[in-house]
Protein backbone atom coordinates (compact mmCIF):
# COMPACT_ATOMS: atom_id res chain seq x y z
CA UNK A 1 0.00 0.00 0.00
CA UNK A 2 1.47 3.27 -0.83
CA UNK A 3 -1.19 5.78 -1.05
CA UNK A 4 -2.36 7.13 2.16
CA UNK A 5 -5.76 5.82 3.43
CA UNK A 6 -8.50 8.19 4.77
CA UNK A 7 -8.64 6.12 7.65
CA UNK A 8 -6.08 3.79 10.12
CA UNK A 9 -8.24 1.14 11.98
CA UNK A 10 -5.73 -0.25 14.82
CA UNK A 11 -7.13 -3.28 16.83
CA UNK A 12 -4.89 -3.81 19.80
CA UNK A 13 -5.33 -7.39 20.58
CA UNK A 14 -4.15 -9.86 23.52
CA UNK A 15 -5.38 -13.65 23.77
CA UNK A 16 -8.21 -12.89 21.71
CA UNK A 17 -8.36 -15.47 18.95
CA UNK A 18 -12.49 -16.56 20.16
CA UNK A 19 -13.59 -12.93 19.08
CA UNK A 20 -11.13 -11.59 16.92
CA UNK A 21 -12.56 -12.88 13.23
CA UNK A 22 -15.90 -11.20 14.19
CA UNK A 23 -14.01 -7.94 14.85
CA UNK A 24 -11.65 -8.19 11.90
CA UNK A 25 -14.49 -9.24 9.73
CA UNK A 26 -16.56 -6.17 10.49
CA UNK A 27 -13.75 -3.95 9.87
CA UNK A 28 -13.36 -5.91 6.29
CA UNK A 29 -16.96 -5.26 5.39
CA UNK A 30 -16.94 -1.41 5.96
CA UNK A 31 -18.74 0.24 2.71
CA UNK A 32 -16.31 3.01 3.03
CA UNK A 33 -13.00 1.08 1.56
CA UNK A 34 -10.80 3.68 1.95
CA UNK A 35 -8.77 2.02 5.22
CA UNK A 36 -5.67 0.37 6.25
CA UNK A 37 -6.56 -2.35 8.96
CA UNK A 38 -3.63 -2.95 11.57
CA UNK A 39 -3.68 -5.79 13.90
CA UNK A 40 -1.34 -5.52 16.61
CA UNK A 41 -0.99 -8.62 18.60
CA UNK A 42 0.19 -7.70 21.96
CA UNK A 43 2.65 -11.10 22.24
CA UNK A 44 -0.66 -13.34 22.41
CA UNK A 45 0.25 -17.06 23.35
CA UNK A 46 -3.49 -18.05 22.20
CA UNK A 47 -4.07 -18.86 18.39
CA UNK A 48 -4.33 -15.44 17.28
CA UNK A 49 -2.36 -15.72 14.31
CA UNK A 50 -4.15 -18.47 12.90
CA UNK A 51 -7.36 -16.47 13.65
CA UNK A 52 -5.85 -13.41 11.49
CA UNK A 53 -4.31 -16.02 8.69
CA UNK A 54 -8.15 -16.64 7.61
CA UNK A 55 -8.31 -13.46 5.90
CA UNK A 56 -6.16 -11.83 2.75
CA UNK A 57 -6.69 -8.26 2.19
CA UNK A 58 -4.11 -6.18 0.85
CA UNK A 59 -5.30 -3.68 3.57
CA UNK A 60 -4.64 -5.88 6.32
CA UNK A 61 -1.35 -5.55 8.22
CA UNK A 62 -0.54 -7.49 11.19
CA UNK A 63 2.35 -7.30 13.44
CA UNK A 64 3.04 -9.13 16.58
CA UNK A 65 4.80 -7.33 19.26
CA UNK A 66 8.31 -9.40 20.71
CA UNK A 67 6.61 -8.86 24.20
CA UNK A 68 3.48 -7.44 25.33
CA UNK A 69 3.90 -3.95 26.44
CA UNK A 70 0.22 -3.29 28.05
CA UNK A 71 -3.17 -1.68 26.59
CA UNK A 72 -1.27 1.93 26.63
CA UNK A 73 1.54 0.85 24.84
CA UNK A 74 0.14 -0.84 22.32
CA UNK A 75 -2.31 1.84 21.65
CA UNK A 76 0.64 3.96 21.55
CA UNK A 77 2.30 2.06 18.60
CA UNK A 78 -0.80 2.22 16.49
CA UNK A 79 -0.86 5.66 16.82
CA UNK A 80 2.63 6.02 15.83
CA UNK A 81 2.32 3.54 12.69
CA UNK A 82 -1.22 5.14 11.81
CA UNK A 83 -1.01 6.63 8.14
CA UNK A 84 -4.84 7.68 7.85
CA UNK A 85 -6.14 10.93 7.88
CA UNK A 86 -8.25 9.52 11.40
CA UNK A 87 -7.55 6.81 13.49
CA UNK A 88 -10.11 4.15 15.38
CA UNK A 89 -9.03 1.67 18.03
CA UNK A 90 -11.29 -1.37 17.42
CA UNK A 91 -11.94 -3.51 20.18
CA UNK A 92 -10.43 -7.34 19.43
CA UNK A 93 -13.56 -8.46 20.23
CA UNK A 94 -16.01 -5.89 19.51
CA UNK A 95 -18.07 -5.30 15.54
CA UNK A 96 -18.42 -2.50 13.86
CA UNK A 97 -21.80 -2.08 11.64
CA UNK A 98 -21.16 -1.80 8.12
CA UNK A 99 -22.27 1.57 7.65
CA UNK A 100 -19.61 3.01 10.56
CA UNK A 101 -17.03 4.36 8.44
CA UNK A 102 -19.30 6.26 6.30
CA UNK A 103 -21.23 7.72 9.10
CA UNK A 104 -18.36 9.22 11.00
CA UNK A 105 -15.91 9.94 8.19
CA UNK A 106 -19.02 11.99 6.63
CA UNK A 107 -19.44 13.41 10.53
CA UNK A 108 -15.84 14.61 10.50
CA UNK A 109 -15.83 15.85 6.84
CA UNK A 110 -18.65 18.05 7.73
CA UNK A 111 -17.57 19.19 11.11
CA UNK A 112 -14.36 20.39 10.47
CA UNK A 113 -14.16 22.34 14.13
CA UNK A 114 -14.46 18.76 15.74
CA UNK A 115 -11.18 16.67 16.51
CA UNK A 116 -13.21 13.34 16.99
CA UNK A 117 -16.28 12.11 17.08
CA UNK A 118 -18.00 9.19 18.91
CA UNK A 119 -21.41 7.32 19.11
CA UNK A 120 -23.96 4.72 20.68
CA UNK A 121 -22.97 1.08 21.29
CA UNK A 122 -24.61 -1.41 21.95
CA UNK A 123 -23.64 -3.92 24.84
CA UNK A 124 -23.54 -8.20 23.89
CA UNK A 125 -22.04 -11.15 26.20
CA UNK A 126 -20.02 -13.40 25.54
CA UNK A 127 -22.25 -14.98 22.91
CA UNK A 128 -22.70 -12.05 21.07
CA UNK A 129 -26.34 -11.48 22.65
CA UNK A 130 -27.54 -8.09 22.96
CA UNK A 131 -28.59 -6.79 26.25
CA UNK A 132 -28.04 -3.26 26.90
CA UNK A 133 -26.51 -0.26 25.77
CA UNK A 134 -24.98 3.26 26.09
CA UNK A 135 -27.49 5.65 27.20
CA UNK A 136 -28.06 9.33 25.88
CA UNK A 137 -26.86 12.47 27.34
CA UNK A 138 -24.22 13.70 24.39
CA UNK A 139 -25.57 16.46 22.25
CA UNK A 140 -24.47 16.11 18.23
CA UNK A 141 -21.57 18.94 18.98
CA UNK A 142 -20.08 19.96 22.20
CA UNK A 143 -17.65 22.41 22.56
CA UNK A 144 -14.03 20.94 23.71
CA UNK A 145 -14.25 22.64 26.81
CA UNK A 146 -17.67 21.50 28.09
CA UNK A 147 -16.45 18.41 26.47
CA UNK A 148 -13.82 17.60 28.80
CA UNK A 149 -16.16 17.84 31.97
CA UNK A 150 -19.31 16.08 30.45
CA UNK A 151 -16.78 12.78 29.72
CA UNK A 152 -16.84 12.48 33.16
CA UNK A 153 -20.88 12.99 33.54
CA UNK A 154 -21.78 11.10 30.57
CA UNK A 155 -18.41 8.33 29.59
CA UNK A 156 -18.16 6.88 26.37
CA UNK A 157 -16.98 3.93 24.26
CA UNK A 158 -13.47 3.96 22.71
CA UNK A 159 -14.38 2.03 19.91
CA UNK A 160 -16.47 4.37 18.42
CA UNK A 161 -14.05 7.18 18.31
CA UNK A 162 -12.87 8.37 15.55
CA UNK A 163 -9.90 10.81 16.22
CA UNK A 164 -7.73 13.04 13.70
CA UNK A 165 -4.17 11.68 13.66
CA UNK A 166 -2.53 14.55 13.16
CA UNK A 167 -4.59 16.17 16.37
CA UNK A 168 -3.05 13.34 18.82
CA UNK A 169 0.11 13.99 17.37
CA UNK A 170 0.26 17.55 17.85
CA UNK A 171 -1.68 17.11 21.62
CA UNK A 172 2.44 16.52 22.96
CA UNK A 173 3.76 13.17 24.02
CA UNK A 174 1.90 10.15 24.39
CA UNK A 175 1.31 9.33 27.86
CA UNK A 176 1.29 5.61 28.49
CA UNK A 177 0.75 6.45 31.99
CA UNK A 178 -2.77 6.16 32.33
CA UNK A 179 -2.26 3.09 31.71
CA UNK A 180 -5.80 1.05 31.56
CA UNK A 181 -7.50 4.59 30.79
CA UNK A 182 -5.33 5.81 27.84
CA UNK A 183 -8.45 5.54 26.00
CA UNK A 184 -9.78 8.65 28.46
CA UNK A 185 -6.17 10.57 28.23
CA UNK A 186 -6.96 10.59 24.34
CA UNK A 187 -10.51 12.19 24.98
CA UNK A 188 -9.44 14.59 27.04
CA UNK A 189 -6.41 15.61 25.01
CA UNK A 190 -8.38 16.39 22.34
CA UNK A 191 -11.09 18.10 23.82
CA UNK A 192 -8.22 20.75 23.98
CA UNK A 193 -7.93 20.30 20.12
CA UNK A 194 -11.30 20.86 19.18
CA UNK A 195 -14.90 20.24 19.01
CA UNK A 196 -16.55 16.64 19.95
CA UNK A 197 -19.52 15.12 17.74
CA UNK A 198 -21.49 12.96 18.42
CA UNK A 199 -23.32 9.73 17.00
CA UNK A 200 -26.90 9.16 18.69
CA UNK A 201 -27.03 5.41 16.62
CA UNK A 202 -25.64 2.71 18.29
CA UNK A 203 -23.42 1.20 15.35
CA UNK A 204 -20.98 -0.60 17.23
CA UNK A 205 -21.21 -3.67 19.35
CA UNK A 206 -18.97 -3.44 22.49
CA UNK A 207 -18.59 -7.03 24.29
CA UNK A 208 -18.31 -7.20 27.95
CA UNK A 209 -17.25 -10.28 29.83
CA UNK A 210 -15.55 -11.80 32.57
CA UNK A 211 -11.66 -10.91 30.61
CA UNK A 212 -12.54 -7.63 29.95
CA UNK A 213 -10.20 -4.70 31.81
CA UNK A 214 -12.96 -2.74 33.44
CA UNK A 215 -15.08 -5.26 35.42
CA UNK A 216 -12.28 -6.46 37.95
CA UNK A 217 -11.43 -2.51 37.81
CA UNK A 218 -14.99 -1.83 39.15
CA UNK A 219 -14.97 -4.35 41.74
CA UNK A 220 -11.76 -3.37 43.14
CA UNK A 221 -12.49 0.42 43.12
CA UNK A 222 -9.25 0.91 40.84
CA UNK A 223 -11.28 2.89 38.45
CA UNK A 224 -12.72 5.32 40.62
CA UNK A 225 -9.02 5.74 41.95
CA UNK A 226 -7.70 6.36 38.49
CA UNK A 227 -10.49 8.17 37.32
CA UNK A 228 -9.65 10.70 40.34
CA UNK A 229 -5.98 10.65 39.54
CA UNK A 230 -7.47 11.19 35.94
CA UNK A 231 -9.25 14.20 36.84
CA UNK A 232 -6.34 15.92 38.95
CA UNK A 233 -4.15 15.68 36.06
CA UNK A 234 -5.82 16.83 33.54
CA UNK A 235 -7.76 19.87 35.40
CA UNK A 236 -4.00 20.66 36.46
CA UNK A 237 -2.78 20.50 32.50
CA UNK A 238 -1.43 24.10 31.34
CA UNK A 239 -3.19 24.38 28.16
CA UNK A 240 -6.85 23.97 31.06
CA UNK A 241 -5.66 25.95 33.31
CA UNK A 242 -4.91 28.77 30.91
CA UNK A 243 -8.24 28.48 29.46
CA UNK A 244 -9.94 29.08 32.65
CA UNK A 245 -11.16 25.38 32.86
CA UNK A 246 -9.24 24.57 36.20
CA UNK A 247 -12.10 25.51 38.85
CA UNK A 248 -14.77 22.62 36.86
CA UNK A 249 -12.20 19.87 38.72
CA UNK A 250 -14.33 19.92 41.60
CA UNK A 251 -16.93 19.23 39.49
CA UNK A 252 -15.59 16.86 37.74
CA UNK A 253 -14.42 15.05 40.80
CA UNK A 254 -18.14 15.06 42.02
CA UNK A 255 -19.22 13.05 38.33
CA UNK A 256 -16.50 10.60 39.17
CA UNK A 257 -17.73 9.89 42.65
CA UNK A 258 -21.69 9.51 41.52
CA UNK A 259 -20.37 7.21 38.58
CA UNK A 260 -18.54 4.98 40.75
CA UNK A 261 -21.49 4.78 43.36
CA UNK A 262 -23.70 4.06 40.39
CA UNK A 263 -21.36 1.13 39.87
CA UNK A 264 -20.72 0.05 43.11
CA UNK A 265 -22.79 -3.22 43.46
CA UNK A 266 -20.60 -4.98 40.80
CA UNK A 267 -18.39 -4.94 44.16
CA UNK A 268 -20.58 -7.39 45.86
CA UNK A 269 -19.53 -10.27 43.87
CA UNK A 270 -16.53 -10.15 46.55
CA UNK A 271 -18.65 -9.69 49.53
CA UNK A 272 -19.91 -7.00 51.99
CA UNK A 273 -16.92 -6.52 53.27
CA UNK A 274 -15.64 -5.47 49.45
CA UNK A 275 -18.71 -3.14 49.05
CA UNK A 276 -18.59 -1.32 52.17
CA UNK A 277 -14.78 -0.92 51.80
CA UNK A 278 -15.34 0.68 48.21
CA UNK A 279 -18.13 2.86 49.70
CA UNK A 280 -15.89 4.71 52.53
CA UNK A 281 -13.02 5.17 50.07
CA UNK A 282 -15.59 6.80 47.80
CA UNK A 283 -17.38 8.77 50.59
CA UNK A 284 -13.95 10.19 51.88
CA UNK A 285 -12.93 11.31 48.81
CA UNK A 286 -16.22 13.21 47.69
CA UNK A 287 -18.33 13.51 51.46
CA UNK A 288 -20.83 15.40 49.46
CA UNK A 289 -21.92 12.45 46.86
CA UNK A 290 -24.36 11.85 50.15
CA UNK A 291 -25.99 14.63 48.95
CA UNK A 292 -27.82 13.29 46.08
CA UNK A 293 -31.04 11.35 46.73
CA UNK A 294 -29.93 8.59 43.45
CA UNK A 295 -26.83 7.87 45.60
CA UNK A 296 -28.60 6.81 48.71
CA UNK A 297 -30.76 4.39 46.31
CA UNK A 298 -27.62 2.79 44.07
CA UNK A 299 -26.32 2.00 48.09
CA UNK A 300 -29.35 0.49 49.09
CA UNK A 301 -29.54 -1.06 45.79
CA UNK A 302 -26.07 -2.55 46.23
CA UNK A 303 -26.97 -3.84 49.64
CA UNK A 304 -29.67 -6.57 48.70
CA UNK A 305 -28.67 -10.02 48.25
CA UNK A 306 -26.64 -10.85 44.97
CA UNK A 307 -29.69 -12.73 43.60
CA UNK A 308 -32.07 -9.70 44.03
CA UNK A 309 -29.63 -7.45 42.49
CA UNK A 310 -29.06 -9.75 39.46
CA UNK A 311 -32.80 -10.12 38.72
CA UNK A 312 -33.52 -6.64 39.04
CA UNK A 313 -30.56 -5.79 37.11
CA UNK A 314 -31.87 -8.04 34.51
CA UNK A 315 -34.87 -6.41 34.34
CA UNK A 316 -33.43 -3.37 33.21
CA UNK A 317 -31.39 -4.83 30.51
CA UNK A 318 -28.01 -5.64 32.36
CA UNK A 319 -26.13 -8.11 34.33
CA UNK A 320 -24.73 -7.51 37.48
CA UNK A 321 -21.01 -7.42 36.06
CA UNK A 322 -22.08 -4.34 33.31
CA UNK A 323 -20.73 -0.83 33.75
CA UNK A 324 -23.53 1.23 33.18
CA UNK A 325 -24.02 3.36 30.45
CA UNK A 326 -22.63 6.55 31.68
CA UNK A 327 -19.22 5.06 32.39
CA UNK A 328 -16.43 4.79 30.11
CA UNK A 329 -16.05 1.54 28.57
CA UNK A 330 -12.77 -0.22 28.40
CA UNK A 331 -11.43 -1.99 25.79
CA UNK A 332 -8.96 -5.12 26.58
CA UNK A 333 -5.12 -5.25 26.23
Given amino acids: MTATPRVSIVIPTYNAAQWLPSSIGSALAQRFTDFELLVLDNASTDDTAVAVARFSDPRLIYRINDTNIGFAGNVHLGCRLARGDCILFLGADDILAADFLTEAVGFLDAHTDCSMVHGAAFWIDENGTRFGGTGDGWPRVTPGRQALVDVFRHGFCFTTMLMRTNLIRASGP ?7 ITDLWLFCRLCLAGNVG ?6 VDYRVHSNSISVPMYRTNSMFHRQMSAVRECFAWPEVVDGGSADMRALAQRLVARNAIEIL ?3 RADGYGRYLSNLSEI ?4 PDVLLHPESWARIGFGLLPVPAIRALARMRGRTSAIPTDNLPQRSRT
Fill in 265 to 267: HVS
Fill in 283 to 286: VRAV
Fill in 198 to 203: YIDKRL
Fill in 174 to 180: FHEGWGE
